[in-house]
């Protein structure tokens, strides 16, 4: 079957680790279709070389497959240059029939190319690619020392100390100052002097869940864990930083994110981050969603549904919307109604990700229209004091107007 050109001039890319095919395929004056075929390296120069040759045509499109990583390097050489590019799924073109034997990745992608056949995948903006980086690696950050206060926990309880029990946070000041006395070998009434007056637990209870058995193994692992889990948290602090500076332009966008219950001024980050501030991009709520991989799964054969589980998407948002989920299920509000009603007919899991869904459709139209979101069940001066409060009265003791 002949296909029908949609283009004139378009290129494809072959990205390897260590080499790029580059094709480019375009109608000459006596109308003949012309293909060219060069062969790059990986390196930096290579991939400057084979930006100015693809550039040189003037193509109106240039493809290429979403191959891991290695994509990026080239895609910000012909960046550069102004160039109409477009990030495939490698899964989209293999469903496509018709392909030959005796032609190469290059040259299918540029034939499906050439007649519209490709779609291309949401690339955020160079700036935003970068801050990417850094809240990816934040994430990462945070889940090593989730781990580690896991860790930390269980190496408590196998030293039959039941400090958990009556903490809830082990990375608490109360809590860690109550180990490190342990470690110290204080008496247990030092012990409980770290506690917080705060706390529920009875100076009797503390006493009781502290008594345990600490052989020199658990001291060392113990002591080792916490400075890393202290490492940790220094290193975390100083990418929430770095992140929340590099997004100064865009507190307009962050705090109308903010009024969202569940998302705080990190979460609205991290999700501006993955999904940029140009919703044109996407084109709808629900296209979002389902690039997200949040949307409802549907599979459905003579009648009979069969798993509906969603597995493909941007795992990273997906993660930071569940979270936000969570959070907004504890919160009085709108969405903890349709959690609650969700989590009886549904389970807890899929109520999650039902309210992860909703959660995002508003932070599309809240962008789209720079508006912030209102709540008939939410006291937004309340909620204004809850989060602002541990700044204030650092200033104001800062300043002395009050003491500690």
Known sequence: MELTAVYRCVAAL????????VCVLY??????????????????????????????????????????????????????????????????VKQVPGRKTDINDAQWLAILARSGLLRGSFVPPQ??????LIARQLQKLTGIAAGEKTRLHKLLTDAGIRLSVVISDLS???????IQGLLDGETPEQLVAHAD?????????????????????????????MAHLDELEARILRFRQTLLSHLRDYQGILQNLQTIPGI?????????????DDMSAFGSADKLASWAGVCPGQNESAGKRKSARTRKGNPYLRRILCEAANAASRTRCR????FKALLIR??????????????????????????????????????????????WIKKLIQYGYITP
Not at 127 to 132: A, E, L, S
């Open 172 to 178: 608490g000041k109360s809590a860690k100052a109550m």
């Open 264 to 276: 705080d001024e990190l979460s609205a980050a991290m999700l501006l981050v993955e999904i940029g």
């Open 197 to 225: 007056p705060r706390l529920k637990a009875t100076p009797d209870e503390l006493r009781e869940a502290l008594a345990g058995e600490l052989s020199d193994s658990h001291r060392f692992v113990i002591r080792e864990l």
């Open 127 to 132: 700036h935003f690619r970068d801050y990417r």
């Open 14 to 21: 072959d990205v390897h680790q260590a080499k790029l095919t």
């Open 346 to 391: 549904r389970g807890r899991k899929r109520a999650i990700f039902a309210i992860a869904h909703k959660l995002l459709k508003i932070v599309f139209l809240l962008i789209q229209r720079g508006d912030y979101y209102r709540d008939a069940d939410t006291d937004y001066e309340a909620l204004t004091v809850q989060r602002n409060a541990p700044r």
């Open 27 to 92: 109608e000459n004056d006596l109308g003949e279709v012309v293909t060219e075929v060069r062969e790059f390296g990986g390196f930096k120069r290579d991939r400057r070389e084979m930006a100015a040759w693809v550039a040189s045509f003037h193509p109106e499109l240039v493809v290429m497959e979403s191959t891991g990583i290695y994509w990026k390097s080239p895609y910000a050489a012909l960046e550069w240059y102004g160039l109409n590019l477009a990030v495939v799924n490698a899964r989209h």
């Open 335 to 338: 969405l903890q109604d349709k």
